[in-house]
T-cell receptor
Framework: AQRVTQPEKLLSVFKGAPVELKCNYS??????LFWYVQYSRQRLQLLLR??SRESIKGFTADLNKGETSFHLKKPFAQEEDSAMYYC???????????????FGQGTILTVHP | GAVVSQHPSRVICKSGTSVKIECRSL??????MFWYRQFPKKSLMLMAT?????????EQGVEKDKFLINHASLTLSTLTVTSAHPEDSSFYIC???????????FGPGTRLTVT
């Protein structure tokens, strides 16, 4: 069975500092990895996905299959980045992807002024 | 963008009663909807996958007779918590996947409190 681990429940940084939210996964096949964000009083929304290889709101994440990691990084954190961040994994089920997601425990990021 | 709504946003019910939560995709057809449960300051736990016109697929440990899921149309899935108990109190979140797309769009969640 697949598993997603986010080792940090809480992460605090100051504005302008670099930030890295860690995510490790375990799955024997080729997963799709995602980062979801939930701002205060808002619904969960997709931040980025590894297959897109894009930068959203200054965040990037690289899939490292050797280390089974998908860490989320931003060189200069902003106060508006404060939120709950979830790493998630989706697997192919018998060749048909249902998009079923397995979430990590989440990391609360606080960016101080 | 794709919008998913849930109703009600919060509900309080007495122990032993049943409560229904609706999940609607407002501007797209959703072949698949998912139901999650979120405990305070913890992760989302997938409860079941709901496919339009077929029976829901429940995750291990989730009682299908207690959490009834109906996906009668391409825009509506319902979760009914039957004979609710205080331990069922939680935040229930649904998500919907547009046909031909595997990205999930999440609803705002429903806070259920069982007294």
């Amino acid at each position: 069975a697949q598993r997603v681990t986010q080792p940090e429940k809480l992460l605090s940084v100051f504005k302008g500092a670099p930030v890295e939210l860690k995510c490790n996964y375990s799955y024997s096949g080729s997963p799709e990895l995602f980062w979801y964000v939930q701002y205060s009083r808002q619904r969960l929304q997709l931040l980025l996905r590894h297959i897109s290889r894009e930068s959203i709101k200054g965040f990037t994440a690289d899939l490292n299959k050797g280390e089974t990691s998908f860490h989320l990084k931003k060189p200069f954190a902003q106060e508006e980045d404060s939120a709950m961040y979830y790493c998630a994994l989706s697997v192919n089920a018998g060749g048909t992807s249902y998009g079923k997601l397995t979430f990590g425990q989440g990391t609360i990021l606080t960016v101080h002024p | 963008g794709a919008v998913v709504s849930q109703h009600p946003s919060r509900v309080i019910c007495k122990s032993g009663t049943s409560v229904k939560i609706e999940c609607r995709s407002l501007d797209f057809q959703a072949t698949t909807m998912f139901w999650y449960r979120q405990f305070p300051k913890k992760s989302l736990m997938l409860m079941a996958t709901s496919n339009e016109g077929s029976k829901a697929t429940y995750e291990q440990g989730v009682e299908k007779d207690k959490f009834l899921i109906n996906h009668a149309s391409l825009t509506l899935s319902t979760l009914t918590v039957t004979s609710a108990h205080p331990e069922d109190s939680s935040f229930y979140i649904c998500s919907a996947t547009p046909s031909g797309n595997y990205e999930q769009y999440f609803g705002p969640g429903t806070r259920l409190t069982v007294t």
